[in-house]
């Protein structure tokens, strides 16, 4: 008994049969659009002809995909239903399309008559993936970029403390005796610890603002000296 496909319906998804030998039994028209057949001839190019050197004969990185090392074939010959899932189709052009698919083998009286293969094209499903992937690392990274900041900003106030402490303590100790070009280096360690200082508040305020925290105020400022 042969076996014939539904009549079809409108669907975005590719189906095709294959007899026992592999062959392309039947196709329908969103299997042949997929697969940049969708010319008047597209059909003749694959009815009756062992589909699987026409849309599955390589990898997705280009290595040859031989037909019995192929999931849907081994599908096929066992008799047992299959997802297939990471693999790729190739169209007419040379061009390939990763692709979710479903193999569902024949059996009739104990024998395999063939079997109907479902597929369809799952670009825009890993492209969505991908973008979000992307968005989560791109999050991640900004969130240990600004604790890192945030981190080694508060880290370096605790030597700065020191240095300016004591910096401050020796220019106003009367006691110190220093000489006047020994105060002449206390003074430019102090504007050095300062500077340091500032530098240290402006990556913390960065962190502050990539974080959404940063607090301003309303207030009059020399232009002159900003400029």
Same mark, same amino acid.
């Given at each position: 008994?042969?076996?014939?496909?539904?009549?079809?319906?409108?669907?975005?998804?590719?189906?095709?049969?294959?007899?026992?030998?592999?062959?392309?039994?039947?196709?329908?028209?969103?299997?042949?659009?997929?697969?940049?057949?969708?010319?008047?001839?597209?059909?003749?190019?694959?009815?009756?002809?062992?589909?699987?050197?026409?849309?599955?004969?390589?990898?997705?990185?280009?290595?040859?995909?031989?037909?019995?090392?192929?999931?849907?074939? /081994?599908? %096929?010959?066992? !008799?047992?239903?299959? +997802?297939?899932?990471? *693999?790729?189709?190739?169209? @007419?052009?040379? &061009?390939? =399309?990763?692709?979710?698919?479903?193999?569902?083998?024949?059996?009739?009286?104990?024998?395999?008559?063939?079997?109907?293969?479902?597929?369809?094209?799952?670009?825009? /499903?890993? %492209?969505?993936? !991908?973008?979000?992937? +992307?968005?989560?690392? *791109?999050?991640?990274?900004? @969130?240990?970029? &600004?604790? =890192?900041?945030?981190?080694?900003?508060?880290?370096?106030?605790?030597?700065?403390?020191?240095?300016?402490?004591?910096?401050?303590?020796?220019?106003?100790?009367?006691?110190?005796?220093?000489?006047?070009?020994?105060?002449? +280096?206390?003074?430019?360690?102090?504007?050095?610890?300062?500077?340091?200082?500032?530098?240290?508040?402006?990556?913390?305020?960065?962190?502050?603002?990539?974080?959404?925290?940063?607090?301003?105020?309303?207030?009059?400022?020399?232009?002159?000296?900003?400029?």
């Amino acid at each position: 008994a042969e076996w014939f496909p539904p009549a079809e319906v409108g669907t975005a998804e590719g189906i095709y049969g294959v007899d026992p030998q592999g062959r392309c039994t039947f196709i329908n028209r969103a299997a042949l659009q997929l697969l940049g057949h969708a010319d008047a001839d597209g059909e003749a190019a694959l009815l009756g002809r062992p589909i699987h050197g026409l849309i599955h004969h390589h990898h997705a990185d280009g290595r040859p995909y031989p037909e019995a090392e192929c999931r849907i074939h /081994q599908a %096929r010959a066992g !008799a047992q239903a299959l +997802q297939v899932d990471g *693999e790729v189709f190739w169209r @007419r052009d040379g &061009t390939a =399309f990763p692709v979710a698919c479903w193999t569902s083998p024949i059996v009739e009286h104990g024998q395999v008559r063939g079997a109907i293969v479902t597929f369809f094209d799952i670009s825009e /499903q890993q %492209r969505s993936r !991908a973008e979000l992937q +992307q968005a989560r690392d *791109e999050r991640a990274a900004h @969130r240990a970029r &600004t604790e =890192f900041l945030s981190r080694m900003s508060h880290e370096l106030r605790t030597p700065l403390n020191a240095v300016l402490g004591f910096s401050q303590m020796l220019r106003m100790d009367p006691d110190a005796r220093l000489a006047a070009p020994q105060r002449n +280096q206390v003074e430019r360690i102090h504007q050095a610890g300062e500077h340091l200082l500032a530098l240290v508040n402006d990556v913390l305020d960065l962190s502050r603002i990539e974080a959404g925290q940063m607090q301003v105020s309303l207030q009059a400022v020399n232009l002159a000296s900003v400029v």
